[in-house]
Structure formats: structure tokens, C-alpha cells
């Protein structure tokens, strides 16, 4: 058995970076600044870009790294610095760039690409339509194992047939047994 890449969908997956395209959260809810400081009370946070030294935990190990230019807003009198969803949302991403692993565009993309439900795509690798779900929306990141499997079934055509008739009829010998 020959797997038949798709090379189309592998080349849309590396030529989209990570873009910081926005989710679906709600717009206008930042207020101006400046905004009032939590520690020393002044009215001094305002937005800076820094380079920030991130020390994560995910999928059960520690990760740390430098993201550059991180936007975020910080009290120009004590330092104090504000971690709000935006802060958040570029250090998820930053993460994910770090480990190489699927953006939410992307796996949206490659499922597009595909014309698979979202339903159907988690039938077919065994997880829970609510965790994709969760990938697509940013509230959850991979584990970098299933980031690599994930990779494998948008780019073999044979691998998603395989998943397929395993996931249509568990009473039959799963194809991936020789
Ligand atoms: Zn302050």
C-alpha cells in the first residue's frame, strides 16, 4: 500500500504562519488608557512592547523561551505588568510557534480543505468534537503528539481512509493490524 500525500494541504499548512488573526471574543471591551495601576494606584499603565521570558507548562512539561516582542500593558511608574486574554492569546501563540504546532487557522484550513465536519474529524482521530472544538477556539492547545498525528491524517489521504473504516465498524479487524 502506497500512501498518497496531499502536498497541497501539507504546503497550505507550513505557509501560514502564525497569524494573530482574532477569535470570536467580544471587540471594543479594552478600555482606554491609561489604566489605573493595581499595585501602586497611579494612573500610569500604559501599552509597551517587551521582550518577555515565558516559562510554560504544557502537556506535562516545561518550556521556556524568549518571545521578543510581546504587546502588553505595563505601569510606567512600578512596572507592574497586566496579563489580559490579548497578553494571553500571544503567548499561546508563541508557544505554539515555539513547538512548532498547529495554529487554530491552520487545523480550520486543513479541515476546509478536506471538507470535513469538525464532527466527522474527530470521529475519525478519536477524540472529542468538543476538544477540536477547543483547538479552534484557542481555549486549548495540542498536545504535541496529537499536533503530529494531526498532521499525518491532513496530509495521507490512506490514513484518513484507515481511520475511517475503523471508526465506521469497530467490530472489524482495524486495518492499521496486519
Ligand atoms: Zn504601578
Redesign the pocket.
Known amino acids: 500500500m502506497t500512501p498518497t500525500a496531499d502536498l497541497e494541504i501539507v504546503m497550505c499548512i507550513s505557509m501560514h504562519p502564525n497569524q494573530a488573526k482574532q477569535t470570536e471574543r467580544p471587540a471594543g471591551a479594552e478600555r482606554p488608557f491609561p489604566w489605573r ?1 493595581r ?4 494612573n ?2 500604559v501599552m509597551a512592547t517587551v521582550s518577555y521570558d515565558a516559562e510554560i507548562r504544557h502537556d506535562g512539561r516545561v518550556y521556556a523561551f524568549t518571545i521578543p516582542h510581546l504587546a502588553l500593558p505595563i ?1 510606567q ?4 505588568r497586566v496579563f489580559t486574554v490579548k497578553v494571553d492569546e500571544q503567548i499561546s501563540a508563541a508557544l505554539r510557534s515555539h513547538l512548532r504546532l498547529l495554529s487554530p487557522e491552520e487545523i480550520r484550513a486543513g479541515l476546509e480543505r478536506l471538507n470535513m465536519t469538525q464532527k466527522e474529524a474527530a470521529e475519525r482521530l478519536g477524540i472529542a468534537e468538543a476538544t477540536l472544538s477547543r483547538w479552534l477556539t484557542d481555549a486549548q492547545i495540542q498536545s504535541t503528539a496529537l499536533d503530529k498525528f494531526v498532521k499525518v491524517f491532513f496530509a495521507f489521504q490512506a490514513v484518513r481512509e484507515a481511520l475511517r473504516s475503523e471508526s465506521n465498524d469497530p467490530q472489524r479487524r482495524s486495518p492499521f493490524l496486519r
Open positions: 495601576c499595585h501602586c494606584g497611579k500610569e499603565v505601569c511608574v512600578c512596572g507592574e
